[in-house]
């Protein structure tokens, strides 16, 4: 059964980056038939979908977010990255790394416990 | 980007009762639609994908329906741990987007 762990600060100023990762267990990132994605859960309770990698290390973003995001992928220690630049107190979220099945199957059917960020000085 | 409407934004409800939820897409997503359930401080869980498969181990009580624009997700007899929050959400394309949630209080 796969598990994913986020991990990272709590607490970010603004203007600065955030920077979170998701240790998988129980599959691989480096095998086919998954995107790894990260969601985040804004303090109203709407979910955004933030992006997704590929095992080719093909990434998607959502272009409705204003900060500049990058995901990476590490299969040497079987995790995968998010980073956000330049973040605001809009960024101020419940952070979920998941998996979504690839194809026509993007449902999220394993997420990570969460992790909270607050962008503050 | 498709938008998905949920309603009711709340809904109260005793145990043993009949439950729905609608979500509605701005445009046809054909049945590419998944539903959630989220207690306090957890992560969303899977319950729900392609409209109306309900994913491993999800109890016959939930269950779904729809298609195109017009979706529905019920719980026939409500039991005391299905009190909760439920989130749609499309996969037609990027971006993923999801419903607003539907809260379920006693």
């Known amino acids: 059964q796969v598990q994913l762990q986020e991990s990272g600060p709590g607490l970010v100023e603004p203007s600065q980056t955030l920077s979170l990762t998701c240790s998988v267990s129980?599959?691989?990132?480096?095998?086919?038939?998954?995107?790894w994605t990260w969601v985040r859960q804004l303090p109203g309770g709407g979910l955004e979908w933030i992006g997704y990698?590929?095992?080719?290390?093909?990434?998607y973003y959502n272009p409705f977010l204003k900060t500049p995001i990058s995901i990476s992928l590490d299969t040497s220690e079987n995790r995968f990255s998010l980073s956000l630049s330049s973040v605001t107190v809009a960024d101020s979220a419940v952070y979920y790394c998941?998996?979504?099945?690839?194809?026509?199957?993007?449902?999220?059917?394993?997420w990570g416990q969460g992790i909270l960020v607050a962008v503050t000085s | 980007d498709v938008q998905m409407t949920q309603s009711p934004p709340s809904l109260s409800a005793s145990v043993g009762d009949s439950v729905s939820i609608t979500c509605q897409a701005s445009?046809?997503?054909?049945?590419?639609l998944s539903w959630y359930q989220q207690k306090p401080g957890k992560a969303p869980k899977l319950l729900i994908f392609?409209?109306?498969t309900l994913a491993a181990g999800v109890p016959s009580r939930f269950s779904g329906r729809g298609s195109a624009t017009h979706f529905t997700f019920t719980i026939s007899s409500l039991q005391p741990e299905d009190f909760a929050t439920y989130f749609c959400?499309?996969?037609?394309?990027?971006?993923?987007?999801f419903g607003g949630g539907t809260t379920v209080e006693i």
């Open positions: 392609d409209a109306a």
């Open positions: 129980g599959a691989s990132v480096r095998s086919g038939g998954f995107y």
């Open positions: 990698i590929y095992t080719s290390g093909a990434a």
């Open positions: 998941a998996r979504a099945p690839d194809g026509n199957s993007n449902w999220l059917d394993s």
């Open positions: 959400q499309h996969y037609l394309n990027l971006p993923l987007t």
């Open positions: 445009q046809d997503i054909r049945h590419y």
